[in-house]
């Protein structure tokens, strides 16, 4: 059976860095996001006995690095299945990949689905959202739709992500300014792995349980000015991390902090605007509805900025009919 499922990437606001257990990509605490409706990966599936080996097309490439990956994350579809049937497996991403716009969290989520689908299994959200968590750590959290919280866990059956409020909770967006489309130097993966060895670590994990109930107050109150300090504060406490750690991680490029600058300036003009950044050189500025062509036009006049891509909230993943192959 052939299955297709689109998979929506998700902006972190408490961001996933660093894990306490390595296999299974349990983290080292709870993280909250919102999935993003216009960067997204769609992914067919399908088992088939007269294959060899897996047979894996990425954006319309044969050798990508993430290969490896795929192959076992179709392995633990196929210990559910209890099958060794090979799959093809087609993905495209509406975005480029690597460059910290989470292509790994659509990318992992996409397979998840259509890859359970295409095995014929029923999983719950709850198992689907653990499945993809396994691939890649943000992945599990681009399974429930709208604002959605990964709870931490200490086994793998209790580190899922699930639902806090429908996409239609909140009507803000993320206005992703894209600033570089290259492959980042260290995956984030790598960096997952340094993070504890930042002075700073420890002192974050103290105050993240009290930075989560917060966040999730200010969303559920839609309190956006109280909820746009704390996730610009969370994101530059992630890049505190990053500078800190050894080796450093230094993903921030001139243009960002143009970005990061032009943001603050115009928070003094009045406009309601905030900035977080995943590992890589993007901004995301979060921000109300009715300001993002005044913040748009301002933002493209920035050298160095090369697109903007608007998201509002969005669904997860889903099963579509439209197959790849
Ligand atoms: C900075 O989910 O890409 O975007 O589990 O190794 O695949 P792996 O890591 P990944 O890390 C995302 C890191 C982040 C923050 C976040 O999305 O929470």
Not at 18 to 31: A, D, Q, T, V
Not at 161 to 188: M, N, R, Y
């Amino acid at each position: 059976m052939k299955a297709t499922a689109k998979a929506h990437s998700n902006i972190a606001f408490i961001k996933y860095w660093g894990r306490k257990e390595e296999i299974l990509r349990l983290p080292s605490n709870g993280s909250i996001s919102m999935n993003l409706s216009n960067l997204f990966t769609t992914t067919t599936v399908e088992f088939n006995p007269s294959l060899h080996n897996d047979d894996i097309l990425v954006n319309g490439e044969r050798n990508n690095e993430i290969n490896s990956r795929i192959t076992k994350h179709l392995d633990r579809i196929r210990v559910l299945l209890q099958k060794k049937t090979y799959a093809q497996v087609v993905s495209q991403n509406s975005f480029a990949a690597s460059a910290g716009m989470a292509s790994s969290a659509s990318g992992f989520a996409a397979l998840t689905v259509a890859g359970v689908a295409a095995a014929g299994l029923q999983l719950s959200e709850k198992e689907l959202s653990i499945l993809a968590r396994q691939g890649s750590g943000s992945a599990c959290r681009s399974i429930p739709d709208g604002f959605v919280e990964w709870v931490d866990g200490n086994t793998s059956d209790d580190s899922y992500a699930h639902k806090l409020f429908d996409q239609s909770h909140w009507d803000i967006c993320d206005i992703v300014t894209v600033i570089s489309k290259e492959k980042k130097d260290v995956s984030t993966s790598m960096g997952q792995q340094t993070a504890s060895s930042s002075i700073f670590f420890q002192t974050r994990l103290n105050n993240i349980v009290q930075k989560i109930h917060t966040c999730k107050e200010l969303m559920k109150t839609r309190n956006f000015d109280e909820f746009g300090k704390l996730i610009e504060m969370e994101a530059l406490e992630l890049h505190t991390i990053m500078f800190t750690s050894w080796p450093s991680l230094i993903y921030l490029e001139p243009a960002s902090l143009g970005v990061m600058k032009a943001v603050k300036r115009l928070r003094e003009e009045g406009i309601s605007a905030y900035f977080t950044i995943d590992a890589g050189p993007n901004i995301h500025i979060i921000c109300l509805q009715k300001d993002i062509d005044h913040i748009e036009k301002r933002i493209k006049t920035i050298p160095g900025v090369l697109e903007t891509i608007i998201n509002n909230a969005s669904r997860g993943s889903y099963l579509i009919d439209n197959h790849l192959f």
